[in-house]
T-cell receptor, first 109, second 116 residues
Framework: GQNIDQPTEMTATEGAIVQINCTYQ??????LFWYQQHAGEAPTFLSY??LDGLEEKGRFSSFLSRSKGYSYLLLKELQMKDSASYLC??????????WGAGTKLIIKP | GAVVSQHPSWVICKSGTSVKIECRSL??????MFWYRQFPKQSLMLMAT?????????EQGVEKDKFLINHASLTLSTLTVTSAHPEDSSFYIC????????????FGPGTRLTVL
């Protein structure tokens, strides 16, 4: 079966760095996405990785290792507004998105 | 980035009535759109995949006769919740796949349905 695993909840301090991990087992691979979702709102796109390595975009970076079925989202200089759920999703061979359950990130002052 | 709109943003209805939710891709054509449901504090759950000009593909456990999906054009898909009941109250989110953007899914803002 297809499976995406990520931690349920994480807590970090304002100004610090946090890494949210995601491991996956899917039928084929056409890229991995990270989305941010604030409570009561739709997800918003953060990053897309299809090749191994690190993609940096401002305070957010995303890493992918296809051989390990592993990705992480790195958030630097955390701000209170970063408190949200972070969803990892993998596009399988049929171009369907397989979703993780999301990681709720709590930022403390 | 591509824009997806959803209408209405929120709706309150009586038990037993039907509610239609529209999902539109505003600046791109979407052969495929997806409908998700999200209960409070839970992750997105894919309900069905909507393909333009053909029948939707429903996920296991989703009643196709209760959740009617019509994808009549490359920019519009509709979800109709028929004979809604309180347990159907949820946040319904659509997304549209953009082939020009590496098949990324762009999400609508969601529709909050409350069935009394």
């Amino acid at each position: 079966g297809q499976n995406i695993d990520q931690p349920t909840e994480m807590t970090a301090t304002e100004g610090a760095i946090v890494q949210i991990n995601c491991t996956y087992q899917t039928s084929g691979f056409n890229g991995l996405f990270w989305y941010q979702q604030h409570a009561g709102e739709a997800p918003t796109f953060l990053s897309y990785n299809v090749l191994d390595g690190l993609e940096e975009k401002g305070r957010f970076s995303s890493f992918l290792s296809r051989s390990k079925g592993y990705s992480y989202l790195l958030l630097k200089e955390l701000q209170m507004k970063d408190s949200a759920s972070y969803l990892c999703a993998v596009m399988d061979s049929n171009y369907q998105l397989i979703w993780g359950a999301g990681t709720k990130l709590i930022i403390k002052p | 980035g591509a824009v997806v709109s959803q209408h209405p943003s929120w709706v309150i209805c009586k038990s037993g009535t039907s509610v239609k939710i529209e999902c539109r891709s505003l600046d791109f054509q979407a052969t495929t759109m997806f409908w998700y449901r999200q209960f409070p504090k839970q992750s997105l759950m894919l309900m069905a995949t909507s393909n333009e000009g053909s029948k939707a593909t429903y996920e296991q456990g989703v009643e196709k006769d209760k959740f009617l999906i019509n994808h009549a054009s490359l920019t519009l898909s509709t979800l109709t919740v028929t004979s809604a009941h309180p347990e159907d109250s949820s946040f319904y989110i659509c997304s549209a796949k953009s082939e020009r953007d590496f098949n990324e899914q762009f999400f609508g803002p969601g529709t909050r349905l409350t069935v009394l």
